[in-house]
């Protein structure tokens, strides 16, 4: 008696099909690569013996740096860093209500929770950089321009970072708490904040680095910041002051970073 043939294909294995469908994606994405290539005028061929020349006038220019400039850069780098740290703070406290509310495992009314999604999906979408622009033209040129769309940037990444935190917590303790009568409150805070809480320093320090980052550029817009200075520079061709104002940020970025860094380590 003849033993059944063994149909079963090796997991290893794709059929030709397969392969024809993947390699004419492939080429689908490179022929979208190289026409995108060349509608924009970014072809690697532009990296040549002339651009390389202009890089090293730009680095003669840029040292060495003007460091009795530091007095004004430190000045307004501790403005930007304020900047971050007020909008970091005040979207953090925001955050909570919205971060619940879009939350399936804490809220069951289906509208709200899908208009509470959709609210910050939108917000998202919005880069910081038009947020700046937007208010820089309510508001005026200042530090407080700069802090408002910070804070409507960092309330989005928050928000969402926050709710899918809530969303993979135990339960258990949750239903023990409303099975022994706990109103909402109670739930949220005994059951819901203990498990949620070094996740959401820790991404609070997260956005509190973005924000560093982001604030260097809002100022480019005239929303405060050492990025103002930083393009005033750049516009009065002082290449030894943008030189210093670009080590010192560096510098003071990479410091906080690693703060950041070590101290989320230890939350998480």
Known sequence: MSKPLNTNVPSGLVSGKAKLRM???MLVVLGLYIFSSVMT?????????????????????????????TGVVWDKLMETVKMA????????????????????????????????KMFLNIMRTIPELILAV???GLFGIGVFSGILALIIFSLGILAKLISETIESIDMNPLEAIRASGGNTLQVIWYAVVPQVLPQFVSFTLYVFEINVRASVVL???????????????????????????IVITFVVVVIIDYISNKLRGRLV
Not at 41 to 69: D, G, H, I, T
Not at 89 to 105: D, K
Request: hydrophobic share 55%; proline share 3%; aromatic share 16%.
């Open 23 to 25: 390699n004419l994606i």
């Open 41 to 69: 005028n970014s072809s690697v061929l532009r990296f040549n013996a002339e651009f390389f020349e202009n890089v090293w006038v730009m680095v003669v220019q840029l040292f060495p740096p003007n460091w009795a400039y």
């Open 85 to 116: 740290l007020i909008a970091t703070t005040i979207a953090g406290i925001l955050c909570i209500p919205f971060s619940l509310l879009a939350a399936n495992n804490i809220v069951h009314n289906k509208f709200l929770y899908n208009f509470t």
């Open 134 to 136: 937007v208010f820089v």
């Open 219 to 245: 100022g480019f817009v005239g929303a405060g910041g050492i990025g103002l200075i930083l393009r005033q520079q750049i516009n009065f061709l002082s290449y030894q002051n943008v030189s210093t104002i």
